[in-house]
């Protein structure tokens, strides 16, 4: 079955500019979506269709698909931002939605 | 504004049924493209779609829990109602109520969530 693989953890510092990548066989062709999640709450939608952001989230979240890896990108990164991120697809072969792992995100 | 709410036993033995409804707000089940699911996370790790419902009854299953679980909705009610049978110490979770539109990959609103405990 399709898998969706994250680093387990990303580190940066207040201010500069975090990557969270997503892997997953032909992901290229694939729509994805990102989800944040701070502890204790609800997933929240921040990027969907690879880079479109829904209301109310800052212009710093920014998404591309570069090749085989889909990457979340955030740029100026805040104290705000520490959270677990999640990448999405809907997988055609299974009908069905599949998340990757999850990337935490350490503000230094 | 859409709002949805989970609800059900916080704690239940091995064996037993698990039965959450959630109730929703904002939107309705009869309207054409709505779909609400259930999304769980065991502590510490990643998403899972279980089983969503949509508006004109097409029902979803993930295959590895299909034989356990069923979905049904109450439109009238503004209700969905999940059971998933034989429970398990693995079924341990938190379990969030979504709404999603058929023509869209991804889920734009989630409950709270209920985390759920299976133990004797």
């Known amino acids: 079955s399709y898998v969706l693989t994250q680093p387990p953890s990303v580190s940066v510092a207040p201010g500069q500019t975090a990557r969270i990548t997503c892997g997953g066989d032909?992901?290229?062709?694939?729509?994805v979506h990102w989800y944040q999640q701070k502890p204790g709450q609800a997933p929240v939608l921040v990027l969907y269709d690879d880079s479109d952001r829904p209301s109310g989230i800052p212009e710093r979240f920014s998404g591309s698909k570069p090749g085989n890896t889909a990457t979340l990108t955030i740029s100026r990164v805040e104290a705000g931002d520490e959270a677990d991120y999640f990448c999405q697809v809907w997988d055609s072969s299974s009908d069905h939605m599949l998340f990757g792992g999850g990337t935490k995100l350490t503000v230094l | 504004q859409i709002t949805l709410k989970e609800s059900g036993p916080a704690l239940v033995k091995p064996t037993q049924t698990l039965t959450l409804t959630c109730t929703f707000s904002?939107?309705?089940?009869?309207?054409?493209?709505?779909?609400v699911g259930w999304i769980r996370q065991p502590p510490g790790k990643a998403l899972e779609l279980i089983s969503l419902i949509y508006w004109n009854d097409d029902k979803r299953y993930i295959p590895s829990l299909k034989s356990r679980l069923t979905i049904t909705k109450d439109t009238s009610k503004n209700q969905v109602v999940l059971t998933m049978t034989n429970m398990d110490p693995a079924d341990t979770a938190t379990y969030f109520c979504?709404?999603?539109?058929?023509?869209?990959?991804?889920?734009?609103?989630w409950g709270q969530g209920t985390l759920v405990t299976v133990s004797s």
């Open positions: 904002g939107f309705s089940l009869s309207t054409g493209g709505v779909g």
């Open positions: 032909n992901i290229g062709s694939e729509t």
């Open positions: 979504v709404h999603k539109w058929d023509y869209n990959d991804y889920v734009g609103d």
